[in-house]
């Protein structure tokens, strides 16, 4: 049952946000329905790290560890943003650069994106999933779209097109992957695509199909994810969405995306062994971590920035699943974890300076953001350190064991240059955000603070940021390894 | 009966898949907007029918389903819908390419061929003459090219519908399309889309004073 009610919570918000009209009561059922969505999704988390499994409608809805994880991490990014966009969302209006008619666009749309991402998760056949993946993509384009400004405009079309030829690839991987299983499971059957049966019948598919099925895969969520070369559009969306949306697709879609990869790479190494998938991944990674390298270097503009430190985790998240063994799996979901807890601090600090300073541009800000808004400077730069792997934060953690199963499984070229793209990226960030934060302030920047409503996500996300590194609660760690063993290409 | 004759439907389906692939080229050679939406729906005409057969003659009763959508969704409305964006846009209504047209109709003919080769390893023997596989990745290809050659948005968007078209194609041929709930899915996320891309089109055409894409140059690196 809270598999049907996590479905319908989301889209009740919309519908109620749709006939609403007064700006405070819209806040308030954004976040009424956060808290319940992040409720629903503690409780689904927990009866699956109890009884493995969980679907309902004849299987048509269906969780294990893996997509209990995705839907806990999806509703606490969702939340966190929830509050965060009261308060952004109120600046932006006084602000004029929204008319309060846009308002209800934001507030109708972005429980339609949360639900989406719920369905992707929970959705049992793959062609459903399929559905939702797209689905993401139709209700996030006209939230980049949301300032309605010539950039934001051009991104959110460069974000569609790329987005359904993308989606379309992965149309053609789900349609082999169905004709892959058809002798098999039968056609005309809804159980041809699903993930359940499929996963009992891997070895028995059609493995022609399934080597191109799974190029078709890589390379269509793999646009979605934001992985090179398909991820061009990505630098533009998050820097013209408002911030909460961007720090929704840069947290929760792309982990949308990678589930979707993880589940045809389990099919597809069950049924041609799991060199053909992981060296793809890897190459793949690999790339993605090479490219966001001179890109972060030589960066102007402290979204674009993010983008492309996005670009990189999704990058790292890759090898960590080409490597294919058991420590790398838990590895690359703990990474899975902690970006999902970082990257939204990231954008909400790199929004508050947005706001303050009426651009993202480096130069423009010039420096001191520290001097102006103590709290902001310091978590921005602390979770600067953090994403970039550095020691007390937890993302550390998740890179060390990467890299540690990479050199157990004797890969030392893809280890070093791992190191070599963390290294480069570490000093790079650095430089940047240290420019940003320290230094005196521009004239005319009078100091002051955010408001709670963002000060209190971001405190919580930046102790969780330091804590999860050392302690992680044992029925999530449960949960992690449980969906490290589904992940895992070994069968 | 003549229509209980398996063969004869089978060379109506080839016939159909060969009309599709004409329209196509159509669609590449063609320069006035107004015509392309014409054309796809055209083209969308001879996949419904093709989807019917496909029904008749496997007995494959969801597939119907799937024919009347396209019938309703791709030959009717979605060439309304286009229609109307492209007269609230005011705009002449010529498509602007890239490359000029013998090119692209050069192109697209290595595409069709790439397409007979990829569909070549899943053409069973004993089917003779079903080259619709063939066909069908000739067309996504074909679609993906018409979205990156043209300018306007709306030839943009009209590349995807015929990618659309030939994955529709390649479903239908592959596995008698797919799960019906699927298939109810992907049609609604299609027709979602086109909405989006309506409103999108208007609103950069509000904004940019065009539709041309080319006027895109503000987000680099």
């Known amino acids: 049952m809270p598999l049907i009610f996590l479905l319908l919570a989301p889209l009740a918000e919309g519908l109620i946000c749709l006939l609403l009209r007064s700006r405070l009561l819209m806040e308030r059922v954004s976040i009424a329905s956060a808290v319940i969505n992040f409720v629903l999704a503690v409780i689904v988390a927990r009866h699956v790290g109890r009884y493995q499994t969980m679907s309902v409608l004849n299987g048509f809805l269906f969780a294990d560890a893996m997509s209990a994880l995705v839907v806990l991490l999806t509703a606490f990014v969702a939340l966190m943003c929830a509050f965060y966009a009261v308060s952004y969302l109120r600046a932006d209006l006084e602000q004029a650069r929204i008319s309060s008619g846009r308002l209800k666009e934001y507030y109708t749309l972005t429980p339609l994106f949360v639900f989406a991402m719920f369905l992707v998760a929970l959705a049992n056949n793959l062609g459903v999933m399929w559905v939702a993946i797209e689905g993401t993509t139709l209700a996030s384009v006209l939230l980049i779209a949301f300032y309605n400004q010539k950039p934001s405009l051009e991104a959110a079309w460069k974000y569609i097109i790329i987005g359904s030829i993308g989606i379309s690839l992965a149309l053609f991987g789900t349609l082999l992957t169905y004709y892959s299983a058809a002798h098999v499971v039968g056609i005309e059957s809804i159980e041809g695509l699903n993930w359940s049966r499929l996963i009992l019948e891997a070895q028995k598919l059609d493995p022609k199909a399934m080597r191109l099925a799974f190029i078709f895969i890589l390379l269509g969520y793999g646009t979605k994810a934001g992985v090179a070369p398909m991820h061009t559009w990505k630098p533009d969306s998050y820097s013209e969405a408002p911030v909460p949306s961007a720090a929704i697709l840069a947290a929760a879609v792309s982990n949308c995306a990678l589930y979707g990869i993880m589940r045809f790479n389990v099919l597809t190494s069950r049924c041609l062994g799991p060199d053909f998938s992981g060296s793809l991944l890897l190459y793949f990674g690999i790339g993605s971590m090479l490219l966001a390298v001179p890109f972060i270097l030589v960066q102007r503009s402290t979204r674009r920035l993010l983008a492309y430190s996005s670009i990189d985790h999704t990058g790292i998240m890759l090898v960590g699943l080409g490597i294919g063994s058991s420590l790398s799996s838990l590895g690359t979901l703990l990474h899975m974890v902690y970006h999902a807890i970082s990257k939204p601090l990231l954008f909400f600090c790199a929004g508050n300076v947005q706001q303050k300073f009426q651009s993202a541009h480096f130069r423009r800000i010039g420096g001191g953001v520290i001097n102006v808004m103590p709290v902001t400077g310091t978590l921005f730069l602390a979770v600067a350190l953090a994403v970039t792997g550095t020691p007390p934060f937890c993302l550390f953690q998740s890179e060390l064991t990467i890299l540690s199963a990479c050199f157990q499984n004797h890969n030392l070229w893809v280890g070093s240059i791992f190191v070599g793209c963390v290294v480069t990226i570490f000093a790079g960030f650095l430089y940047h955000i240290g420019q940003l934060n320290l230094g005196s302030p521009p004239r005319g920047v009078a100091p002051s603070e955010s408001d709670w409503w963002r000060l209190g996500p971001m405190l919580l996300l930046a102790a969780l940021v330091l804590l999860l590194g050392f302690w992680l609660p044992s029925p999530l760690y449960r949960l992690i390894q449980q969906a490290g063993q589904i992940i895992g290409s070994a069968p | ?221």
């Open chain 2, 1 to 221: 009966m003549f229509y209980d004759d398996i063969e004869l439907g089978t060379r109506l389906i080839t016939l159909m898949a060969a009309a599709m692939l004409v329209v196509q080229f159509l669609m590449v050679g063609q320069r006035l907007l107004p015509t392309a939406i014409r054309l796809f729906s055209l083209q969308s005409l001879f996949l419904a029918c093709l989807a019917g057969t496909v029904a008749y003659v496997n007995q494959a009763r969801h597939v119907y389903i799937a024919a009347a959508l396209t019938l309703l969704l791709k030959v009717i409305v979605m060439p309304l819908f286009l229609n109307r964006i492209l007269e609230r846009a005011t705009e002449k209504a010529e498509v602007e390419s890239h490359l000029n047209t013998p090119a692209s109709i050069l192109i697209c003919g290595g595409l069709t061929l790439v397409g007979y080769m990829v569909a070549h390893p899943f053409i069973k023997p004993h089917e003779r003459g079903h080259s619709t596989l063939a066909v069908a990745t000739a067309l996504f290809l074909m679609g993906f090219f018409l979205m990156m050659n043209r300018r306007k948005a709306i030839s943009q968007v009209l590349g995807l519908l015929t990618a659309e078209n030939g994955l529709f194609l390649a479903a239908i041929s592959l596995t008698y399309g797919m799960p019906l709930i699927v298939e109810l899915g992907i049609f609604f996320d299609v027709l979602i889309a086109v909405m989006i891309f309506g409103i999108l089109v208007y609103r950069i055409s509000e904004i940019f004073d065009s539709m041309d894409t080319n006027k895109f140059r503000r987000l680099r690196g």
